[in-house]
């Protein structure tokens, strides 16, 4: 697990070096939002869940050859309260039941490829086991942002629960 989280690290590292980033820049354009080629419906507009439009409009400086994140007042109001996500289900282990993984705003579109940057994923632990699936899942749990994490993501859940 800790190999599949640093190639992700990774990953979001040299996706985050290719884009121009300057102080106050949102992450590069297009990340975590929806392609209109993809085969998946956009997921359906929720008022019970954190909007995914709230944890993408993310904005970045650079710090010792670091992207880090600047989160605005509407993201850091989320930290550490319960809070329920919706998206998919990108494993970090193989099994038909997960209790970490990562959920994002969209669809995989490759299995080798991440769907966006650290804006667009959300890391969660979960108290149960989920069972994996392609459809979107909710869970709900605490809810973390993270200012400086070494595998470059932005937000956690933990203690997390799949919520129906």
């Given at each position: 697990m800790?190999?599949?989280?640093?190639?992700?690290?990774?990953?979001?590292?040299?996706a985050s070096?290719?884009?121009?980033?300057?102080?106050?820049?949102?992450m590069g354009?297009?990340?975590?939002?929806?392609?209109?080629?993809?085969p998946?419906?956009?997921l359906?507009?929720?008022?019970?869940v954190?909007p995914?439009?709230?944890?993408?409009?993310?904005k970045?400086?650079?710090?010792?050859?670091?992207?880090?994140?600047?989160?605005?007042?509407t993201?850091?109001?989320?930290?550490?309260?319960?809070?329920?996500?919706?998206g998919?289900?990108m494993?970090?282990?193989?099994?038909?039941?997960?209790t970490?993984f990562?959920?994002?705003?969209?669809p995989?579109?490759?299995?080798?490829?991440?769907?966006?940057?650290?804006?667009s994923?959300?890391?969660?632990?979960?108290?149960?086991p989920v069972?994996?699936?392609?459809?979107?899942?909710t869970?709900?749990g605490k809810?973390?942002?993270?200012n400086?994490d070494p595998?470059g993501?932005?937000?956690r859940?933990?203690?997390?629960?799949?919520?129906?």
């Amino acid at each position: 697990m800790k190999r599949v989280l640093f190639l992700l690290a990774a990953a979001l590292l040299a996706a985050s070096a290719g884009a121009q980033v300057s102080p106050q820049v949102p992450m590069g354009t297009g990340a975590g939002i929806h392609d209109p080629n993809s085969p998946f419906a956009p997921l359906p507009a929720r008022s019970d869940v954190v909007p995914w439009s709230v944890l993408t409009d993310v904005k970045t400086r650079t710090e010792k050859n670091r992207v880090l994140p600047n989160f605005a007042a509407t993201q850091i109001a989320l930290n550490q309260k319960t809070q329920r996500v919706q998206g998919f289900m990108m494993p970090l282990e193989p099994g038909e039941k997960q209790t970490h993984f990562l959920l994002s705003s969209v669809p995989l579109s490759c299995s080798f490829c991440t769907p966006g940057g650290p804006e667009s994923m959300v890391e969660v632990k979960t108290r149960t086991p989920v069972k994996y699936t392609l459809d979107p899942v909710t869970v709900e749990g605490k809810f973390a942002v993270l200012n400086d994490d070494p595998y470059g993501l932005y937000y956690r859940i933990t203690d997390a629960v799949g919520v129906k």
